[in-house]
């Protein structure tokens, strides 16, 4: 009885890529590289990720979460060479706080 696949497929790896490769084989219990590779082609679910979105969203972030920091130093340092917390101040220091909440919700949903 012959082979049941006949159409051969020739693949180029790195040194890198194939070491890795075979590590990926040998955690996952794999001990034929064209069985690995057919489920891997074959079954596994793939992923178009932009990239640059995430990395523009995660800069905005992080721009976000900055300007919030000076705001809460600021008010730190008033209230280390006065010892008094306002309420107003009190007040800016959860806004922030639910600002970066809400900030990273976001940037989350958009990656999600």
Known sequence: ?????????????????????????????????????????????????????????LLETKKEIHKIGVNINQIASKVNSTDMLYKKELLELQEGQKKIWLTLTQTLSTLL
């Open 1 to 57: 009885m012959g082979r049941s696949r006949k159409n051969a497929l020739q693949v180029y790896l790195s040194d890198d890529e194939l070491a890795l490769m075979n590590d990926r084989m040998k955690e996952l219990g794999y001990k034929s590289k064209s069985e690995f590779i057919r489920k891997a082609a074959i079954q596994c679910v793939l992923f178009n990720v932009n990239t640059d979105g995430i990395i523009a969203e």
